[in-house]
């Protein structure tokens, strides 16, 4: 129980610095600073390092500055709306990750009118920090699991693996459409059935395109990422979502340590090289 506080703890201390919807929160005071800059925690600073260094990584496919078409999209607050031609086009004009500067001194200023959001990394950076608590407390097998990021620590003393389900697209009963066997990595998904309305006939989802700002339509329906790191898993599940199967897979098989499993509309799984081979995979 004293180990499972410090973890409810440590993830209470990340929400108080990187939510967009705590008035105090680091994240919160930067989007109302109008240019001018924010001292910030060394957690804060170090996400939006990683964050910057993931949208240089993926030629802008990964850029926490898309947050104000998000959510005048409505996907932060379910009051779902699509954007006119001219307040999307005026958004846009505001998405760039060059335009978010770090001073020395743990300053973080962002071009006047910008705005950003940790929402589409966070939840892996945390994950990543909650494992390295764990294993400080001599904790050697468990999971840690925060929705759409599962990280285990392992391998088991029993010697088995853990196995992880990849959640079917759009089925409410919550199953599986696979699973995979793994020990001591990450697993992570994004896809269209996690936040997305209708309207007139067509599906809008929230994985949105940082150079259009509508939503990606690729023939994807979700991409699962599988490596060490969670904080990786979680920048490189949007960036394979947005590329598309045949350019994500390619990503995928050209970075050391990672594999992947893209689910297309027609609900077939097409899988990376190591999947099968070197981690085990159950197709349901």
């Known amino acids: ?159 088995d693996t853990y196995k992880i389900g990849i959640q079917k697209p759009f089925d409410d009963s919550g199953s599986p459409i696979a699973s995979v066997d793994i020990t001591d990595a990450s697993l992570v998904s994004s896809g269209v059935y996690e936040r997305y309305f209708e309207k007139d006939g067509k599906r809008y989802h929230h994985i949105l395109n940082p150079k259009t700002g509508y939503p990606y339509e690729n023939g994807l329906l979700g991409v699962t990422i599988i490596t060490d790191s969670s904080v990786d898993a979680d920048a490189l599940s949007t960036t394979c979502f947005a590329l598309g199967l045949e350019d994500g897979m390619k990503l995928i098989e050209n970075t050391k340590g990672a594999e992947a499993v893209f689910i297309t509309e027609d609900f077939t799984l097409h899988k990376s090289s190591g999947i099968g081979s070197e981690i085990p995979f159950h197709e349901n």
């Open 1 to 159: 129980e004293k180990v499972l506080s410090a973890g409810r703890k440590l993830i209470t201390q990340y929400e108080q610095h990187f939510s967009v919807n705590i008035e105090d929160s680091d994240i919160s005071k930067c989007n109302r600073a109008e240019g001018k800059p924010v001292k910030v925690s060394d957690e804060t600073y170090d996400l939006i390092r990683i964050s910057k260094e993931m949208t240089e990584k993926t030629d802008g496919l990964f850029d926490i500055s898309i947050y104000p078409i998000v959510r005048t999209w409505g996907f932060t607050t379910q009051d779902y709306k699509i954007p006119d031609e001219s307040e999307r086009k005026k958004l846009l004009s505001y998405v760039d990750a060059s335009g978010i500067t770090l001073g020395d001194d743990n300053t973080v200023t962002l071009k006047k009118g910008m705005e950003i959001d940790l929402g589409g990394i966070a939840k892996g950076y945390i994950a990543d920090q909650m494992k390295a608590q764990l294993r400080s407390d001599g904790i050697t097998e468990g999971i840690i699991n925060l929705g759409g990021n599962v990280l285990t620590v392992g391998p088991k003393k029993s010697g």
